[in-house]
């Protein structure tokens, strides 16, 4: 039989084995977890980056024009963000006189992009981008798609179904919005394009059909089995995917996989906390770095925040 003593000290060896093995379990975890997310975070890193930069692994070819090089141009006579401002308040004022229109002088005006247009060559496509704060441009030139999807059937824009499904639809509506308990105050617009896609043949030839159900708007192209993307549109295009579309298909499943993405995030980030403060020499630093983060985090919320509330897209 044990001793009194044995057994006091098996009682106090227990918290620590179970906190053991809880170390061991968050350090498993935090690897694991890891190594899931490593595809993930090379392709929404380099796929942000690739968003946030067009030049970054650019299909492009891009010519950057002077802002002296275009000194003759009518260019030089675009109107800064503050003078433009003017002139639009002026209009204003013009379009209601009884009202008192005045410039917000503690918020600068600002453009939200530059000013773009395109044009084609054949298959080669053409656009021009022109800054309106340093009056810089530049030219990029588009290679002709190496997947791209022909037309069949062109000649049919739309086609009439009866009975017409979004009509249908339609009339389902007050019967749900009744079931909810409301009483809608105003006529009932249609929201988003909901589209039926599938594949058919015309003169044996395989085809791809996109129906709109909102406007009965038809797309019928040739089916190749490519997605028509090229190979930075269509890793920009995974970056951007969300949604949980009816059926089970590819992009539902990539939505779960998004969903399990972001729960391994988590999991990432609290086996990396429970990690880091089981090391006490770098708690100090450590606390440092979080407080930096989170007045960084704060920062950018809030400086977002201003900026969808000052400006429309």
Known sequence: MKTQNEVATTKKRSPRKTRSKFLI??????????????PWVFLYGATGAMLNHSGLFPEAVSQQIGANQLAESGWSNFPNQSALAEQVVDALRQGSPESTIELNPNHAPEFTNEIGFQWKDGETRHTVHLNPVNKSSWVATYPPNREPMRPVLSEIRRVDISPNPM?????????????????PNEKIEPLGWCKLNFLATVDDVPVRVTYVLRDGHVDVTEYTGEDGYSPRQ????????????????GRRLWSFFIDAMAIAMVTWGVTGLVMWWQIKRTRLIGSGVIAVSVLTAAFMYYSMMGFYASTKL
């Open 167 to 183: 009509e249908i639809a339609e009339q389902t509506v007050p019967t749900v919005v009744s079931a909810a308990g409301l009483q």
């Open 25 to 38: 379990l968050a350090r498993r975890a935090h690897l694991y977890v890891g190594l899931f997310l490593l």
């Open 234 to 249: 269509f890793f920009v295009r995974l970056h951007t995917s969300h949604g949980q579309p009816p059926h089970w298909n």
